[in-house]
């Protein structure tokens, strides 16, 4: 019963058929593998349920753990968005990742 997490899936957008991935997990759920397994199930329901073709996420250059979830979730990078994120004075680059509903992992 306890929650270890979430992963979201927002700005879906039906033109394009894509959609917005955004996860965290509790401090006691990191590196046990429960994000990218939760990343990877809502990937599934979005393509298979949804209709969806393309799922984006994106992650702030230093955070190594993001990365490795979007990477074991099946998400490749796309490259870095230049200073897109502001807290405070200090500007952050992030790097974009995307997964399609016809990619190889969605077959393995």
Same mark, same amino acid.
């Given at each position: 019963g306890?929650?270890?997490?979430?992963?979201?899936?927002n700005?879906?957008n039906?033109?394009?058929?894509?959609?917005?991935?955004?996860?965290?997990?509790?401090?006691? =759920?990191?590196g046990?593998?429960? =994000?990218?397994?939760?990343?990877?199930?809502l990937a599934r329901w979005?393509?298979?349920?949804?209709?969806?073709?393309?799922l984006e996420l994106g992650?702030r250059?230093?955070?190594?753990?993001?990365?490795?979830?979007a990477?074991?979730?099946?998400?490749?990078?796309e490259?870095?968005e230049?200073?897109?994120?502001r807290y405070?004075?200090?500007r952050?680059?992030?790097?974009?990742h995307?997964r399609?509903?016809?990619?190889?992992v969605n077959?393995?």
């Open positions: 306890e929650a270890l997490g979430c992963v979201a899936l700005v879906v039906r033109t394009h058929d894509s959609g917005w991935v955004s996860y965290w997990t509790t401090a006691s =759920a990191r046990r593998g429960v =994000a990218p397994a939760g990343v990877r199930a979005a393509f298979d349920e949804l209709g969806l073709y393309r992650h250059t230093d955070n190594v753990a993001s990365c490795r979830v990477t074991r979730s099946g998400f490749a990078s490259g870095i230049r200073a897109k994120l405070g004075k200090v952050y680059d992030v790097e974009r995307a399609l509903a016809d990619d190889d077959f393995d």
